[in-house]
């Protein structure tokens, strides 16, 4: 947030693309509520409060090339070795990104 802060005095454009953590109302929404007024700031998160992180979202998108790569317990073993999957993913072509990062690229690019 203080990132925002400053910001805010300079009107630089920031995109916040953050984790709902099962409660998308208290950590998206009000955690960001004095910057929604900021045109310069745009907060981006999945909506679903079943999906807490990224993971869910990037097996959404892909989840073949994820069960290929991590096998038949694909979802599972990615919210359980993060940094693993995300060094492995980060060498792969043709991932599909998930809608609210893709949302999040578009507005910062505008």
Not at 54 to 66: A, R, V
Not at 85 to 105: D, Q
Request: with cysteine; hydrophobic share 30%.
């Amino acid at each position: 947030k203080r990132y925002l802060d400053i910001a805010k005095i300079t009107k630089a454009k920031v995109a916040v693309i953050t984790d709902n953590d099962g409660d998308c109302q208290k950590k998206c929404i009000e955690k960001y509520e004095e910057y929604k007024t900021d045109n310069n700031i745009g907060v981006f998160y999945g909506e679903d409060n079943l999906k807490s992180t990224f993971e869910y979202y990037l097996f959404d998108e892909n989840e073949l090339t994820c069960e290929n790569e991590f096998g038949e317990d694909a979802l599972n073993y990615m919210l359980n070795h993060k940094t693993e999957i995300a060094l492995k993913l980060s060498y792969l072509s043709g991932l599909k990104t998930p809608n609210y990062i893709k949302r999040a690229i578009e507005w910062i690019n505008k």
